[in-house]
């Protein structure tokens, strides 16, 4: 049978509805606007995408944005400059550094220096070190969206046999801390495979849900997969463009044959991606909130 489609275009709709009527309470309750501040070294194209998205969903939310663009030049103290006068600015409540940054400047520096209060990418080492010990403030917004996913589409996460593909930073490895914890919507047995796993087919073939984040086209294919699987493609390919000039996006997982085995499958796009950008909504609603001393 084939797969049923996970749309995260659905999905994230879904979350930003309730979102919205929240940003209307804050403000009606509380006179509080969550604000987020988002920053972008230099011009490539899938970035500024990215970016572009993020202030759209903010405002359509009711969120202030602040959209700071400079150039690749800029230096490694500009940036920190800018982001310690940010973590003093009491209108922006979360604030984003878009990655990867030119090569000239260390990007755990400046990660470090985002107020940790304020990281709705929940990058900063401090909340990955929450997330690792199940108390999180901010989770990394990609692997939050694909736990969200799962959740919202009925998916049993608790016992499953869960196979990451990709040992990332912004993926692989907070997905599997999120997994992995004694909670609802965790509880799995976690798997995952990177560059220097000796056989990789021998692990995917065993998840009950299989995760792809390796950032390469057909990274996993049919033969690669269990028959019932939920497959979660991360990847975000840019492949060719259209007669129109319009990207041609393809995931990491060979999606045509796998939906005729996999029970649930994310298309790319309209699956994780549009996630990512929701559940950073999410995490900038809740600093604010936790900024006057709100809980969720
Ligand atoms: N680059 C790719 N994904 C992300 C993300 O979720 N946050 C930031 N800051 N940069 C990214």
């Known amino acids: 049978m084939p797969a049923k489609i996970i749309s995260g275009t659905e999905v994230a709709k879904q979350i930003r509805e309730e979102l919205k009527c929240e940003v209307a309470d804050l403000k009606a309750k509380h006179n509080l606007i969550p604000g ?8 490539d194209p899938a970035s500024k995408s990215y970016i572009a998205g993020k202030e759209k969903a903010a405002l359509a939310l009711g969120i202030y944005s602040e959209r700071i663009d400079l150039p690749a030049s800029t230096t490694e103290e500009q940036l920190l400059t800018l982001i310690k006068r940010l973590n003093n600015e009491p209108r922006i409540h979360g604030i984003l550094v878009q990655v990867p ?15 940790p209060k304020k990281d709705a990418d929940g990058f900063h080492p401090l909340n990955l070190g929450k997330l690792m010990i199940g108390d999180p403030d901010f989770i990394p917004c990609t692997p939050y969206g694909i736990q969200q996913l799962l959740i919202r589409s009925g998916i049993k996460t608790d016992g499953a046999e869960v196979v990451i593909v990709g040992r990332s930073n912004l993926v692989g490895k907070p997905i599997a801390n999120i997994l992995l914890q004694k909670k609802d919507g965790a509880n799995a047995t976690v798997t995952i495979c990177h560059t220097g796993t000796k056989d990789i087919k021998s692990h995917t073939l065993q998840a009950d849900i299989l995760i792809v984040a390796a950032g390469k086209p057909n990274s996993v294919t049919a033969d690669m997969v269990k028959e019932g699987a939920v497959v979660i493609d991360v990847g975000v390919n840019r492949v060719g463009k259209t007669a129109d000039g319009k990207d041609i996006l393809v995931g990491d997982v060979d999606y045509n044959k796998i939906k005729d085995k996999a029970s649930f499958i994310t298309p790319v796009p309209g699956g994780v991606g ?15 909130k936790l900024s006057i001393g709100l809980s969720n």
């Open 36 to 43: 987020l501040a988002t920053i972008l070294l230099g011009d």
């Open 101 to 115: 940054l030119p090569g000239h400047i260390d990007e755990t520096r400046v990660l470090y220096a985002i107020d």
């Open 274 to 288: 549009p996630m990512t950008i929701t559940m950073l909504m999410v995490n900038t609603v809740k600093a604010a």
